[in-house]
C-alpha cells in the first residue's frame, strides 16, 4: 500500500477523526492511482489512516483510523454495524421494509450509500474507490443480508465527473424486477432503475409521517412531488383533498400510481405537470391550508450559494403569499451547501416579505437511519421547517 505524508501540522483534523484529507494538506505522494488505497501519515511519519485516494479537493477518504487490513471481513465488519443500528432503531419491521443500511461517513464508509427496497438492494459510489470495490462491497452484503434478492449497482450520476469513468451502473446481484416497498404501511413503486437517487427519497420519511398528523381535514399542496410521498401520507391523514405538482411528467405518473396503489378511484387527489413558480402564480390566495415545498438542491456546490438562497426565499415567500391564514408551511432545503443557518434566514426573508406573523413549529432533519458522524458536521445535509403563517 502506498503512502501519503502530511504537511506539518496538517494533521490536527485526522486527530480529530474528520474524515477527509484536502490536497492542500499533502506535501508528498507516491505515484497513486485514483482510487487506490492508500496510508496516511504526518510529517513525523505517524501512522493517521488508511483510504481511498482521489483527485481533487478532498485528496483522501478514510475508511480506518485503525492500521487494519480493507479486506472482505472489515465490509463484512461495517455492514454488519451498519444493519445491527438500524435493527436497534426499529426501521426494519414487517411494515417498513425500505431504509437507509449506509449513509457514507455517518457509517464509516465514506462515498458509499446504500438503500434497501424489501428483496433488493441500491449501491452508489460517490468515490472512485468505493466504484472500485463495489463488487468485493456487494459480496459482503450478500453475506451479511442474504435475503436479498437483487443488488443494483446506480453511479451513473453521482461519480465524479473528472474521472472518465465509464457508465457502469447494472446487476452485481439477481435481474430486473418489479419493485414494491413498504413505508410505514404504505406501499410504494420504487423506480430504482430510472428515477432519481436510489429510486425514492427515503431521507423524509419521518416528515412524511408529520405530515400525516398535520392533514385531516386541510387542503394540502404537495410542490415538487417526485414519487408522491407526501401526497399518501397526507391522503392517509384524511386531507380534505390534495394537489401534486412536479415539472416532471413522469413524476407525476408515478404519483398517481403510488396514489392509486394505496388509495384506488381516489376522488380527493389531483397531480399536475407544471412548473412550480408558474402553479403558484396561477392559484388564489387562501387556495390552500397546507402547502409542502420539497424542491431539488438548488445549490450543489458553494459557488452557487447566493443564488440558492434566493431561490429559496422566492419560493417560501410565493407560497407564504398564497397560504390561508393560519395554514402550515412544510419547508425543505436538501442542499448540502446550504447550512441550516442560511436556510433560515432565507425563510426568514420570506416571511419578511410576506408581511405575515409566521411561527416555527418544528425544526426537521434527515432521520435516524442517515446518522451524522458528529467528526462530520458536512453530513447534515436536510434541513426543514413547520411554520404556521397567520
Known sequence: MKTITLRKGKDQSLRRFHPWVFSGAIVREEDINEGELVRVVSAESEFMGIGHYQIGS??????????????????????????????????????????????????????????????????QAHSVGMHLQRKEIAAALQAVMPSLQCIYYKSDTTLPYKAGLSDESGFLLGSPMELIAKENGLSFHIDWLKGQKTGFFLDQRDNRSLIEQYSKGRRVLNMFCYTGGFSVYALRGGAELVHSVDSSERAVEVTDRNVALNFPDCKRHQSFATDAFKYLSSVEDGAYDLIVLDPPAFAKHRDALHNALKGYTRLNAKAMQKIKPGGILFTFSCSQAVNKDQFRLAVFTAAAQSHRFVRILHQLHQPADHPINIYHPEGEYLKGLVLQVE
Do not use: K
Request: proline share 3%; charged share 25%.
Open 58 to 123: 478532498i485528496a483522501v477518504r478514510i475508511l480506518t483510523f485503525e492500521d487494519e487490513a480493507i479486506d472482505d471481513a472489515f465490509w463484512r465488519r461495517r455492514l454488519t454495524a451498519a444493519c445491527a443500528m438500524r435493527t436497534g432503531l426499529g426501521v426494519i419491521r414487517a411494515d417498513n421494509d425500505m431504509y437507509r443500511l449506509v449513509h457514507g461517513e455517518g457509517d464509516q464508509l465514506p462515498g458509499l450509500v446504500i438503500d434497501i427496497y424489501g428483496p433488493a438492494a441500491v449501491m
